[in-house]
């Protein structure tokens, strides 16, 4: 089946720090990826997404590459700020045949940033 | 001007009731979805309908029952409502399901029903 891996969290970040956040996958197929961003108290926006192998996907500030030969689909920011402080989650959606498309989620990984 | 709106924002209610969450999206889009957070903040699907027709159904038990009265609606209820079915629930739509162009399958997201159980 398909699954999303993603790195433990809280990090946190200094202000204007580099941030990482890795997100590997697992699928059939080739799957669309996404990065979701949820802030304190709110609901999930899409942050940015990649639809084919080495699709680079940005907004924002933040970008992920789309790495096929990896299974990779890593969160950079150049410099973060104190406003980005949320749960980021990598997700998949496969598009299989006859099924609907559906979207599998990483586990979260929280951003904590600090003056 | 909400793209996907639920209620309601918040439910407290005892074991054993049965209640429902709302969601309605003025996007147009075909296909709507019910995801589940956990505690942990993890999310996972339980429903998805296209055009008022059932399409995904993961492993939830029975006692949660959608239903989708048009397109631009798709209600959760949940019978006898037990202390494990607190968490966030979250209501998605996308412009299509399988088969189409890969931007139909870009989801939008409600703000939650954050559910708890006493």
């Known amino acids: 089946g398909n699954s999303v891996t993603q790195m433990e969290g809280p990090v946190t970040l200094s202000e204007e720090a580099f941030l990482t956040i890795n997100c590997t996958y697992t699928?059939?197929?080739?799957?669309?990826l996404f990065w979701y961003v949820q802030y304190p108290g709110e609901g999930l926006q899409l942050l940015l997404k990649?639809?084919?192998?080495?699709d680079k996907g940005s907004n924002k500030g933040f970008e992920a590459t789309y790495r096929k030969e990896t299974t990779s689909f890593h969160l950079e920011k150049g410099s973060v700020q104190v406003s980005d402080s949320a749960v980021y989650f990598c997700?998949?959606?496969?598009?299989?045949?006859?099924?609907?498309?559906?979207?599998?989620f990483g586990t979260g990984t929280r951003l904590q940033v600090t003056l | 001007d909400t793209a996907v709106s639920q209620t309601p924002k918040y439910l407290v209610t005892q074991m054993g009731n049965d209640k429902s969450i709302k969601c309605e999206q003025n996007?147009?889009?075909?296909?709507m979805y019910w995801y589940k957070q956990d505690s942990k903040k993890f999310l996972k699907i339980m429903f998805s309908?296209?055009?008022?027709?059932?399409?995904i159904n993961e492993t939830v038990p029975n006692r949660f029952s959608p239903k989708s009265p048009d397109k631009a609606h798709l209600n959760l209820h949940i019978n006898s409502l037990e202390l494990g079915d607190s968490a966030v629930y979250f209501c998605?739509?996308?412009?299509?399901?399988?088969?189409?162009?890969?931007?139909?399958?870009?989801?939008?997201f409600g703000p939650g029903t954050r559910l708890t159980v006493l």
């Open positions: 998605a739509s996308s412009r299509g399901g399988a088969g189409g162009p890969i931007s139909y399958n870009e989801q939008f």
């Open positions: 699928a059939t197929g080739y799957p669309s």
């Open positions: 990649a639809t084919k192998a080495d």
């Open positions: 997700a998949l959606s496969a598009r299989n045949t006859g099924t609907a498309s559906k979207l599998t």
């Open positions: 996007l147009g889009h075909d296909t």
């Open positions: 309908y296209n055009n008022k027709e059932l399409i």
